[in-house]
Structure formats: structure tokens, C-alpha cells
């Protein structure tokens, strides 16, 4: 069994939206999401991460 993710389904969702990947996860579930996107959207998280911990600075 695999460990639970560090994002949470909602900002998982938001994340795929904002890079037009969400009818895939709609469509096909996250296994059909491409490498290339989830490294996206990974990429993404800390970015929305580091800008939070920066404005609570």
C-alpha cells in the first residue's frame, strides 16, 4: 500500500484545472495523468507553498 500524498484532494483538483489536466483525472482517474504533467503540478504546489510561507513572513 502506498503512503498518502502530501496535497490534498481539493488542491490536487485546483492544481489540474489551472493546467487543464482535470478532465483526464474526470475522464480517467490520476493514473492517466502523464509524468510530464504531474511533475507540473508538483512544481506548481511548491510554488503556491513558498509563496504562502513567504506572505505569513
Not at 7 to 23: N, T
Not at 28 to 57: F, L, Q
Request: charged share 30%; with cysteine.
Amino acid at each position: 500500500m502506498r503512503g498518502r500524498g502530501m496535497m490534498s484532494d481539493v488542491l490536487k483538483e485546483e492544481i489540474a484545472k489551472e493546467l487543464g489536466v482535470y478532465d483526464i483525472v474526470k475522464k480517467s482517474g490520476w493514473g492517466a495523468v502523464s509524468s510530464r504533467d504531474c511533475g507540473n503540478m508538483v512544481t506548481r504546489a511548491i510554488e503556491i507553498a513558498e509563496k504562502a510561507v513567504k506572505n505569513n513572513s
